[in-house]
């Protein structure tokens, strides 16, 4: 949940931007999907000469499993070469002659059986993980292309598959688990480990081509696999899991094992390594980026440089090889319209891809540690042989259950996810498992994908090249330095202006209200085609009602635009020495907005100001003191004729792409609504956008909001799993079947101001009229006291008499609240007519800190919430009548922004409270709040001689004080009023 400062944002959304085509295409151009047919596809290698292909593929009628295949990549024509029975995988050309390999288990008297119990259970409807299985009976055969003269290769007990020619066609290089066998040899611990993880016992082994001479290669623990030999034959390249089965390494070793060399160290899992046909460089698969996000790097044989990605597509690119040429790859990726995996084509950029690894900075260094992608992270191993990466859920129910929540919540706030920042590799590890979880559960998406992108702003950088400021005073120019005397502003728009400056006093345009008169800088000055210099923030001397005023009108992107609009070329903008920060450049902070503000804007130190002033002979100090006591004869604007100023900028406004999960289970018996659930899921990151509530030495730390959201993401994964079961929603009213649709939707962006909510609203996949309701779960994982709140009541007549129903069996002590205000994505929804309804457990202590971990959640509380919720869901999916909206009038004071706020307390308040004043759940750290003396669980009745009952009252109270002014207020503790002395300090 945002904190409630940042709610009232402006939201601005835009086309979807993403360059991760252009990217991709520095290495790949003219890729193309290379087999259609069947259900899926993988390991395409090449004929020695180019004009083959052997790959495996789903399409054999009555086999389920993979089968071995050979593509003419002249004519097209197709044939199978396996024998159709049984499971295959990995084959390969035999250089120099007619024949191919691949594993197979068709010897196996039970693979006919095998096959049978596979359809049936594919008939069944019931879906698990897709996953290798090592097969006991799995061998390496040889024989001709057209299947003939057939001769198992290995025949011992174990898997043995994994194989390929060395470049003489004399030797075969395999993976092996015949070391465990027989398996009666096995210590009992051994044993337990085979039968969880086999492949733990696989190692590299060396024969020649006719099955002799046998010897084995690796045997450190852990999963050693795919291997093959460099194009010189000199040496062998594989993969090696360690002891974990969680993390994998490339690795390269001489023919006889020695001289073992690690190549990567991703702290993820790598594999499926390939040389280049030149030798000097590999491509493998990596999930550094996250859970099933498998993307293609390249590296130097030798592991020097940091490897460099090349595919920047969501899902599966995985098992890539080089035709004999190096002038194509092939690779086996799930970027296809139903999401399986199949084989994909294109040309590869070879000159490219020496340069890009070139140019990449040594492993270890420092370079490379500053480019190294943030937040990789580490993932659940997969086998190779498995095209696409799934959610196992093996063990999890379509019940909704505690234990289940339990693994949900906790696997969103592993610290492994990094805290699900917005356009991060944990958020979109996160966004990927969401999507695993909803496609097994059989739900549907709208169009190809589940996850569906939204651009947002993820911060500006000054391009120092572009940027400049320079001063003329008669013949002399001053040129001054970029961040120590200037600095842009996050929203400047880009060029260059020179002109004369004109001095606007605090540059503010505020219209009359009931209480206090108008304020406008620019009266009797003309500022067309000139350069405006005004003043930060507002008068420092006004009284608090005149200070609350001007405020709200304060912000710099406002005041950009009123010089703007009145004909300015540029803005400077001075902290003034009487200003909190005297003298300080205002920092590049991104304002959330995905649009520039049409003027060139830049922040100034005193130095500057000065220097413009000073041929006028006038002084920053004189002119700000009289502006802030409103004196009528001090100088608010004046012409700087004197002088000149020539400003460049530069900014680049940096874009990030991040996803919503959405989800749908169509509507039936004629309706066209839905009805929409959701949550954000993501969060914080480490903390360092401002919105972290971290305590003294917290600060930088993962922030896992194990309640925020990961609880509210998680009760909607379950009502997914429970109202897609068969049998769909059971309402215990009078209607037996399911009208409208359930759209689940699980937002990214809400903690950076609801993006991703908006996006959704601003490109809705139905008509937004067909949306009857959106029902929230924003922090539900604390339920104390049995008290749960209901917030958005107001918003629909329905809401109370449906709780009440409800309620009866559930037995919550509800809360009720009216105002659908709320900080979180009900906000997207409500002023577009939707009537809304939002779960809320309370805030606390731990309420964005690194300390909102899973074992402080009510598991307990959160299944009996979702079980309440999953009944409340259903009566609004099936009952006839559709919920009413409710129009909520929005008050003055909820209309603040927190550009135009200052003062800062630290003071975290229970939202969920029906006190009347402020209730706090606590005060952050080396606060303000806490220095005075303000507790958890005071209630804010009185605060700068103004009565508080509710939180908009605090935060209009909070807009009108002075930063460093003491400041008197009145708290309710145990009963007891208590007079406390604060001293706000500075929002930056």
């Known amino acids: 949940m945002r904190r409630l400062l940042l709610l009232f944002v402006c939201l601005f959304t835009v086309a979807a931007f993403a360059d991760d085509a252009a990217n991709e295409a520095r290495f790949i151009t003219n890729s193309r999907q290379l087999i259609f047919e069947g259900k899926r596809s993988g390991e395409g290698y090449f004929h020695p000469d180019g004009n083959l292909m052997i790959f495996q593929s789903e399409r054999e009628e009555g086999n389920p499993f993979y089968q071995m295949y050979l593509l003419d990549l002249l004519s097209g024509e197709t044939a199978r070469v396996s024998t159709g029975v049984g499971k295959t995988t990995c084959g390969f050309f035999q250089p120099g002659t007619n024949r191919v390999l691949f594993a197979s288990t068709h010897a196996d008297p039970e693979a006919l059986a095998k096959q049978k119990a596979e359809l049936d259970f594919r008939a069944s409807g019931k879906q698990r993980r897709y996953s290798w299985d090592y097969d006991q009976t799995m061998d390496i055969y040889s024989c001709n292309q057209d299947g003939t003269q057939m001769v198992n290769l290995t025949n011992s007990p ?160 995985g098992l890539p090889v080089f035709s004999p040429n190096g002038k194509k790859i092939s690779w086996t990726s799930g970027r296809t319209s139903d999401g399986k995996s199949q084989i994909f084509l294109a040309d590869w950029n070879h000159e490219a891809a020496l340069k890009a690894i070139e140019e990449s900075p040594l492993r270890g260094s420092s370079a490379a540690a500053a480019t190294t992608e943030k937040n990789a992270q580490p993932s659940a191993p997969a086998k190779e042989a498995a095209a696409t990466v799934q959610v196992d859920m093996k063990e999890l129910s379509p019940e909704i259950r ?66 400049s400021l320079s001063i003329t005073e008669g013949k002399d120019t001053a040129t001054y330095a970029l961040e120590k005397d200037f600095r842009p502003l996050a929203f400047s728009e880009n060029g260059s202006v020179d002109g004369e400056i004109v001095f606007a006093g605090y540059g503010l345009s505020v219209p009359e209200d009931a209480k206090n008169s108008r304020y406008n800088s620019y009266d009797n000055l003309d500022v067309k085609d000139k350069i405006v210099l005004f003043f930060r923030y507002v008068p420092e001397g006004v009284e608090a009602p005149r200070r609350a005023q001007l405020n709200r009108y304060s912000g710099l992107r406002y005041k950009a635009m009123m010089a703007r609009e009145r004909g300015a070329k540029a803005v400077l903008v001075v902290t003034g020495p009487n200003s909190p920060g005297a003298g300080e450049l205002v920092p590049l902070t991104d304002d959330g907005s995905h649009t520039g503000s049409g003027i060139l804007a830049a922040s100034i130190s005193s130095k500057v100001a000065d220097a413009l002033l000073a041929p006028s002979g006038k002084s920053l100090k004189d002119l700000q003191t009289g502006l802030d006591t409103e004196n009528p004869h001090a100088e608010g604007s004046l012409v700087l004729p004197k002088v000149r100023v020539s400003l460049s900028i530069g900014v680049e406004h940096l874009k990030g792409t991040d996803r919503n999960v959405v989800a749908c289970l169509p509507p039936t018996g004629g309706s066209d609504e839905y009805i ?110 049995n008290k749960l709140t209901m917030q958005g009541v107001g918003s629909s007549r329905i809401w109370r008499k449906e709780l009440e129903k409800r309620n009866v069996a559930a037995g919550f002590s509800l809360v009720l609240q009216d105002d659908p205000y709320l900080p979180t994505d009900t906000t997207s929804f409500y002023p577009k007519h939707v009537p809304v309804l939002n779960f809320f457990t309370g805030a606390h202590e731990d309420y964005h800190r690194p300390t909102d971990t899973p074992d402080k959640l009510n598991i307990e509380g959160m299944e009996r919430i979702a079980k309440f919720a999953r009944q409340i869901v259903s009566d609004l999916a099936t009952v006839p009548e559709r919920p009413d909206y409710a129009h909520v009038q929005r008050s003055e004071q909820q209309s603040g922004s927190r550009d135009s706020l200052r003062a800062y307390l630290g003071t975290i308040p229970d939202y969920a409270s029906e006190v009347k004043g402020v209730k706090l759940s606590g005060v952050r750290g080396d606060s303000p709040a806490e220095k005075g003396g303000i507790q958890g669980g005071d209630i804010i009745v009185e605060f700068a001689g103004q009565k508080i009952a509710n939180i908009y009252d605090y935060t209009y109270a909070l807009d009108a004080v002075k930063i460093g002014t003491p400041v008197k207020m009145i708290v309710e503790r145990n009963g007891q009023r208590v007079e406390l002395t604060v001293t706000p300090g500075s929002r930056k």
Not at 402 to 421: C, F, H, M, N
Not at 755 to 777: E, M, R, T
């Open 676 to 785: 929409v659930v959701g949550a954000h899921y993501d969060h914080l990151g480490h903390g360092g956008k401002g919105s972290s509530m971290a305590h003294a030495g917290e600060e930088g730390k993962v922030h896992p909001g194990a309640d925020d959201n990961a609880s509210g993401t998680a009760v909607v994964m379950e009502l997914a799993a429970s109202l897609a079961a068969p049998g769909g929603p059971k309402p215990s009213s009078d209607a037996t079947k399911r009208r409208r649709g359930v759209i689940f939707a699980l937002w990214s962006g809400e903690e950076i101001g609801l993006i991703g909510s908006a996006a959704f609203i601003q490109h809705p996949p139905v008509p937004l009229d067909k949306i009857a309701a959106y029902v929230n779960f924003d922090m539900v994982g604390r339920l104390r006291d």
């Open 402 to 467: 505690a234990e289940d929540l339990k693994y949900e919540d906790s696997w969103l706030a592993d610290p492994a996810r990094e805290g699900r920042e917005t356009g991060t590799p944990g958020a979109r590890a996160s966004a990927d498992f969401l999507t695993g979880y909803f496609r097994n559960l059989g739900l549907k998406p709208f169009g190809d994908d589940f996850r569906e992108p939204f651009e947002f702003n993820s911060g500006a950088r000054v391009e120092a090249s572009k940027t």
């Open 158 to 317: 174990g898997y043995d598959a994994e194989g390929s020619f060395s470049p003489d066609g004399k030797q075969i290089v395999f993976c092996s688990l015949r070391a465990a066998f027989p398996l009666e040899k096995l210590t009992p611990e051994q044993r337990a480990r085979y039968e969880k993880d086999p492949a733990y016992f696989g190692d590299i082994y060396l024969m020649n081509a006719d099955g002799s001479n046998v010897r084995r290669l690796t045997d450190a623990p852990g999963y050693d696999g795919g291997p093959f030999f460099s194009p010189d034959g000199a040496r062998i390249i594989w993969r090696h899991f360690d002891e974990s089965g969680m993390f994998a390494d490339v690795w390269t070793m001489k023919l006889d094992g020695s001289d073992k060399h690690r190549v990567t160290d991703f702290k993820s899992m790598s594999w499926a390594p390939f040389y280049h046909p030149s030798g000097k460089y590999i491509i493998f698969t990596s999930n550094k980026l996250g859970f099933t996000n498998f993307e293609l790097y390249i590296v130097d044989v030798n592991g020097d440089h940091e490897p460099v990605r090349v595919t920047y597509t969501d899902g599966f690119d």
